[in-house]
């Protein structure tokens, strides 16, 4: 390892979480990881990482602590308290969250870190599994230039499209943005797909022209096989999109912006949970529209 690195421990090694630790070990870093389940610590540990037992001890000694939890109670979990994050990393660290979680909440927590000599950054991603693993995830990242100017290094070893996009919370808040226009996408997509079939037209030709055109999208590049093939293997879960819907249209009344179409299709994720899909794919979004259309599902 080179010694002149800095120290990461990584904390939450979920879809997302796994493979972009895995990036930064490949890149020469020294990583510490922490997760509920073992088998995803004994993942770390084959790819030469090692495994923590608890919070503090991954986070002890490392100059970086990354986080990638599903939500803003699990961030504020692994923070707080007295086995968390802030209690027992060291005055200087970096924290930098990946998570997707309220803008309000990465307001919160690096209000709190100051107080230890914290500084904190927030990174959400986008790219799902797919752009995690192959290291080409867009990272927008709210907090100070200087911890931004620190953690490019890192964050190169895990996307490609890197942005501050201003103070803290700004990174939650373009994270909101991005959910809102990939789930309207995957609608869109799903009611075209349904469309076509209905009217008897070959489905892979039509969507290979559809995407050299100005309909085509990176949803319709990346999702084209999860509706060519039903398979709605979760890259990005419903249940997911759904709590990030909720973070977007809150978010929205807040700040007095109307969502008319994003109010929609954020009911059509909803109802899609509540019909017990919620472990899929977001490109399970077809599912409801052939439940309304009275197609196969």
């Known amino acids: 390892m080179s010694s002149n690195l800095p120290k990461i421990a990584w904390i939450g090694l979920g879809i997302m979480g796994s493979p972009m630790s895995e990036n930064l070990i490949k890149a020469g870093y020294d990583v510490t990881g922490h997760t509920l389940e073992q088998e995803k610590l004994d993942r770390l540990a084959a790819a030469g990482g090692r495994a923590a037992s608890s919070i503090a001890e991954a986070v002890r000694d490392a100059d970086v602590v990354i986080t990638m939890v599903p939500a803003s109670p699990q961030v504020e ?167 990030d819907m909720g973070i977007v249209t809150d978010a929205a009344r807040d700040v007095g912006a109307a969502l008319p179409v994003g109010a929609v299709v954020a009911q059509l994720v909803a109802s899609l949970r509540a019909q017990g899909d919620g472990g899929l794919d977001h490109s399970a979004l077809l599912r409801a529209v052939e439940r309304l259309s009275g197609a196969r599902v």
């Open 77 to 243: 979990a692994i923070a707080y308290g007295p086995d968390g994050i802030l209690e027992n990393a060291r005055a200087g660290a970096l924290l930098i969250d990946m998570s997707s979680i309220t803008p309000q909440t990465s307001v919160d927590l690096a209000g709190a870190a100051r107080t230890k000599g914290i500084r904190v950054l927030d990174a959400p991603v986008s790219g799902g599994e797919a752009g995690a693993i192959e290291a080409v995830l867009s990272i927008m990242v709210g907090g100070e230039q200087a911890d931004f100017d620190e953690a490019r290094p890192l964050f190169e070893a895990l996307g490609k499209t890197i942005v501050l996009c201003g103070p803290h919370g700004s990174g939650q808040t373009v994270k909101a943005a991005n959910q809102l226009i990939v789930a309207v996408n995957i609608q869109a997509c799903a009611e075209a797909v349904v469309f076509l079939e209905k009217s008897g037209v070959d489905l892979k030709a039509a969507l290979d022209v559809l995407g050299g055109g100005l309909a085509g999208s990176t949803v319709l590049t990346r999702k084209k096989d999860n509706f060519l093939d039903r398979d709605f293997k979760p890259g990005f879960r419903i249940d997911l999109h759904h709590k």
